[in-house]
């Protein structure tokens, strides 16, 4: 029973942040995520005049290596201008642990 709160305070805790990064990006913007369980978890930015989705793997959300410091260094890599770019056809969005290795070794 402990693994699976600790599971799901984990992927919760990567919501959080992908939430929090994706308001301070988009200011001005509705964001709506919702969990395409068991592929991925989908993140919603809409202004009125754009629309642009962030699609990310639900097993990195519970990965149990990916803790939040390393979420929070991997979302700086260019997510959003990411989505930008990838506009309407949405950014599926895969990063890996090697990726998220900061200088400071989080």
Not at 29 to 52: M, W
Not at 77 to 100: I, N
Request: proline fraction near 4%.
């Amino acid at each position: 029973m402990a693994t699976l709160n600790n599971d799901v305070s984990r992927v919760e805790g990567h919501v959080e942040a992908i939430n929090d990064y994706l308001k301070k990006e988009f200011e001005q913007c509705s964001i709506v995520h919702q969990a395409d369980r068991p592929l991925t978890y989908t993140f919603t930015v809409e202004n009125g005049k754009k629309r642009l989705t962030l699609t990310i793997g639900w097993p990195l959300l519970a990965d149990r290596r990916f803790t939040r410091a390393r979420m929070d260094h991997a979302l700086q890599d260019h997510v959003a201008e990411q989505m930008r770019l990838h506009g309407a056809a949405g950014y599926h969005w895969t990063p890996t642990l090697e990726d998220t290795n900061s200088p400071r070794g989080i």
